[in-house]
């Protein structure tokens, strides 16, 4: 079983930054691929990053593309989300997640997901 617990959510103004944590349980989340999802009142929840095990091969969503970057520390047991720039349609409720299989694969639907944290609230004012 792996325990996740995201922290970093804030209110920031438009154009601001805001960096994300994930911060795991577990030995073995290094071998996990990590995901970070987001989900705004009224909508799905949508796939917004993704990285490997080691990190060296991440996959964004086409709306965070050059403002948003995933990274991981394993030694720390903890994946981050950098978000720049951010804007008016990217304030939502930010889930990490984690995916116990061992794959090369940076799935981007929840259903691929085996492990949720409780989400932080991003709040972007104009």
């Known amino acids: 079983q792996v325990q996740l617990v995201e922290s970093g959510g804030g209110l920031v103004q438009a154009g601001g930054s805001l960096r994300l944590s994930c911060a795991a349980s577990?030995?073995?989340?290094?071998?996990?691929?990590m995901g970070w999802f987001r989900q705004a009142p009224g909508k799905e929840r949508e796939f917004v990053a993704a990285i490997s095990w080691r990190g060296g091969s991440t996959y964004y969503t086409d709306s965070v593309k050059g403002r948003f970057t995933i990274s991981r520390d394993n030694a720390k047991n903890t994946v981050y989300l950098q978000m720049n720039s951010l804007k008016s349609e990217d304030p939502a409720v930010y889930f990490c997640?984690?995916?116990?299989?061992?794959?090369?694969?940076?799935?981007?639907?929840?259903?691929?997901?085996?492990?949720w944290g409780q989400g932080t609230q991003v709040t972007v004012s104009s």
């Open positions: 577990g030995r073995t989340f290094s071998s996990y691929v």
């Open positions: 997640a984690a995916n116990r299989a061992v794959t090369t694969v940076l799935h981007t639907h929840r259903r691929d997901y085996d492990y």
